[in-house]
């Protein structure tokens, strides 16, 4: 077996930094950023995220420089973030600009500024291995929120168990047989059994299930007039910061399904999963789909329905946290669905040791 498998995220070469730096990590969803400063706790890092006039999000390093007081405990104004305590005002690349009742400005007054990006309603934060550094590629794009075909909502949960739990789940959908059986689930053998194609390079695992005339799931049958059963896709793309998930499903014999351009009914998932700390995990996530009739209401059952899917994980995965911790050190044996969260894991550990270096 893996002596990575399903175990907590620091073991070996504990110098090391616990997480892959050089990568941009999900920061917010841009719906989250109003007019309120956003605090967010990211790799171990206190960030306060905010939009300034101009409607740019910014992100600085979560502590004013004079008493210390958490700068998102502060307000915006049309300038900046003003602290909370004694009124110091700061910009978006951190520098002090004003201190209430003093001309001088001392040139030591500035905090932190993290490279952000905003794009396809995704906020971005990249915290590098050298500070100095500006970040060596852009964010990923994510087309599903910017095409015409599909309406996308989400939601941004807190985890209490470590990111690498979450990308095991997320890569083995053998699950959703005995977890999601009252949404996207359906018979647990046929998910088992379903041919399943695993690829993978240095920074990606990729997924591929089909399953063949089906009995459609619960929120598939809600969403979509299948005739009767159905033939099921599911592609999984694991990177470093996130997983896109698509799945769907046509009417059992009617088009091939390994075509992107395929017909029937899709759901495609964004999972933006960034580590807090070495032990909890922010989890961000949209969902996007197609519906051809009533194509409110029917999103509208698709986000509730996938919300509540993924509340079920998060009962699933904070329980075997929690035994993890109250079983320590005990061996884990891998099965047949272990496979692409194995390789995620190795992934993530390569870089890790190789960034220390
Ligand atoms: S603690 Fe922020 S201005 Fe004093
Ligand atoms: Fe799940």
Same mark, same amino acid.
């Given at each position: 077996?893996?002596?990575?498998?399903?175990?907590?995220?620091?073991?070996?070469?504990?110098?090391?930094?616990?997480?892959?730096?050089?990568?941009?990590?999900?920061?917010?969803?841009?719906?989250?950023?109003?007019?309120?400063?956003?605090?967010?706790?990211?790799?171990?890092?206190?960030?306060?995220?905010?939009?300034?006039?101009?409607?740019?999000?910014?992100?600085?390093?979560?502590?004013?420089?004079?008493?210390?007081?958490?700068?998102?405990?502060?307000?915006?104004?049309?300038?900046?973030?003003?602290?909370?305590?004694?009124?110091?005002?700061?910009?978006?690349?951190?520098?002090?600009?004003?201190?209430?009742?003093?001309?001088?400005?001392?040139?030591?007054?500035?905090?932190?500024?993290?490279?952000?990006?905003?794009?396809?309603?995704?906020?971005?934060?990249?915290?590098?291995?050298?500070?100095?550094?500006?970040?060596?590629?852009?964010?990923?794009?994510?087309? *599903?929120?910017?095409?015409?075909? &599909?309406? =996308?909502? %989400?939601? /941004?949960?807190?985890? +209490?168990?470590?990111?690498?739990? $979450?990308?095991?789940?997320?890569?083995?959908?053998?699950?959703?047989?005995?977890?999601?059986?009252?949404?996207?689930?359906?018979?647990?053998?046929?998910?088992?059994?379903?041919?399943?194609?695993?690829?993978?390079?240095?920074?990606?695992?990729?997924?591929?299930?089909?399953?063949?005339?089906?009995?459609?799931? *619960?929120?598939?049958?809600?969403? &979509?007039? =299948?005739? %009767?059963? /159905?033939?099921?896709? +599911?592609?999984?793309?694991?990177? $470093?910061?996130?997983?896109?998930?698509?799945?769907?499903?046509?009417?059992?014999?009617?088009?091939?399904?390994?075509?992107?351009?395929?017909?029937?009914?899709?759901?495609?998932?964004?999972?933006?999963?960034?580590?807090?700390?070495?032990?909890?995990?922010?989890?961000?996530?949209?969902?996007?789909?197609?519906?051809?009739?009533?194509?409110?209401?029917?999103?509208?059952?698709?986000?509730?329905?996938?919300?509540?899917?993924?509340?079920?994980?998060?009962?699933?995965?904070?329980?075997?946290?929690?035994?993890?911790?109250?079983?320590?050190?005990?061996?884990?044996?891998?099965?047949?669905?272990?496979?692409?969260?194995?390789?995620?894991?190795?992934?993530?550990?390569?870089?890790?040791?190789?960034?220390?270096?």
């Amino acid at each position: 077996m893996s002596d990575l498998a399903a175990q907590p995220v620091k073991q070996k070469t504990e110098h090391l930094p616990p997480f892959p730096l050089n990568q941009w990590y999900v920061a917010a969803l841009s719906r989250e950023l109003k007019d309120e400063p956003v605090a967010r706790m990211m790799l171990g890092n206190p960030i306060v995220l905010f939009r300034n006039a101009d409607g740019e999000v910014a992100a600085l390093e979560d502590r004013c420089c004079h008493r210390a007081l958490p700068l998102s405990c502060g307000t915006l104004e049309p300038d900046g973030l003003r602290c909370g305590y004694h009124g110091m005002l700061y910009n978006s690349q951190g520098q002090c600009t004003e201190i209430p009742g003093q001309e001088k400005i001392p040139r030591r007054a500035r905090v932190k500024a993290y490279p952000v990006k905003e794009q396809d309603d995704i906020v971005w934060i990249w915290f590098g291995e050298d500070a100095n550094e500006p970040p060596a590629f852009e964010p990923p794009r994510y087309s *599903p929120h910017r095409s015409d075909q &599909y309406f =996308f909502d %989400g939601g /941004v949960f807190h985890y +209490q168990a470590p990111y690498q739990l $979450i990308h095991d789940n997320l890569l083995d959908l053998s699950h959703l047989g005995y977890v999601h059986l009252k949404t996207i689930g359906g018979n647990a053998k046929v998910h088992m059994n379903a041919q399943m194609d695993v690829s993978s390079d240095e920074k990606s695992v990729h997924v591929v299930r089909h399953m063949l005339d089906s009995e459609p799931p *619960p929120t598939y049958t809600a969403a &979509y007039p =299948f005739k %009767g059963r /159905v033939d099921r896709w +599911q592609e999984i793309e694991f990177h $470093i910061s996130h997983l896109r998930i698509w799945t769907g499903a046509v009417d059992a014999g009617s088009e091939p399904i390994d075509n992107p351009s395929r017909g029937g009914f899709h759901m495609r998932g964004f999972h933006g999963i960034t580590p807090e700390t070495e032990t909890t995990s922010h989890y961000f996530w949209t969902i996007a789909s197609n519906p051809t009739e009533n194509q409110e209401e029917v999103m509208k059952k698709v986000v509730d329905q996938t919300a509540y899917t993924f509340e079920e994980d998060k009962e699933v995965i904070e329980a075997q946290y929690r035994n993890m911790i109250d079983f320590p050190g005990e061996p884990m044996i891998d099965i047949h669905v272990d496979a692409a969260p194995n390789r995620a894991r190795r992934i993530i550990e390569h870089l890790r040791t190789r960034s220390g270096k």
